[in-house]
């Protein structure tokens, strides 16, 4: 993905303060830190570029360290997208608000609760990475997604079983998109969802 250098320059300090607060609330597998340019960023990035969201509410559902959310706030930062990054711990919840002021980014804010605890966000887009198996995920979105609204997840190899289960109990639209990043991995759109 092309950005301009003030993006560019918020990607970098965003690493700088993920590596930094990551020895004390563990945001990321350390495991992964050398790599956390393509593993994390990169990867979420991908959703950014398919979903392409020109305006409206994107929320993101157990941010974690930000990802996607971020990764979309920081990408989407000159476009009229508002970002809202649900997430239940407190200390990561802070680590969130820290970057949204150190990086300048008046249109992401943090919500600190549980998913199913606060009422329908009723968002035009929702996303989620490394959440929970999709069964459970369907009714996070079906609490928090807009009747026209799209979901956009990044799911692991397992993506094809967990969408089947998924379909004994829900009804939706599915588009999956190849990861590149990880192999057998897939982001996938999800719409007009209901329940059988
Ligand atoms: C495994 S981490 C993944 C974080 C991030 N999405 C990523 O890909 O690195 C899951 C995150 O979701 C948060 N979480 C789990 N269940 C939640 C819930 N019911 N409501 C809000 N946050 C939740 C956890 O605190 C944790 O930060």
């Not at 990321?28 to 790599?35: F, H, K, M, N």
């Not at 994390?40 to 974690?64: F, K, N, T, Y």
């Not at 920081?74 to 200390?91: G, M, N």
């Amino acid at each position: 993905m092309n950005v301009s250098r003030e993006t560019a320059e918020r990607f970098t300090l965003y690493e700088t303060l993920l590596r930094r607060w990551n020895p004390k609330i563990n945001l990321v597998s350390p495991a992964t830190l050398p790599d956390l340019r393509t593993r994390h960023i990169d990867d979420c990035l991908q959703l950014v570029r398919l979903a392409d969201p020109q305006g409206g509410e994107w929320v993101d559902l157990g941010s974690g360290g930000g990802l996607p959310g971020l990764v979309v706030a920081i990408a989407c930062a000159d476009r009229p997208v508002t970002v809202k990054l649900v997430e239940s711990d407190q200390r990561k919840a802070a680590f969130l608000r820290t970057v949204i002021r150190e990086l300048d980014l008046p249109r992401a804010s943090v919500l600190c609760a549980r998913i199913e605890g606060i009422k329908s966000l009723n968002a035009a887009y929702v996303s989620a990475r490394a959440l929970a198996p999709l069964p459970r995920l369907m009714a996070y979105l079906d609490h928090h997604l807009a009747a026209d609204g799209q979901a956009w997840l990044l799911k692991g190899a397992q993506w094809q079983s967990e969408v089947e289960e998924a379909r004994r109990h829900w009804k939706f639209d599915l588009f999956s998109y190849p990861s590149e990043t990880q192999h057998g991995a897939a982001i996938l759109r999800i719409s007009r969802l209901s329940h059988e």
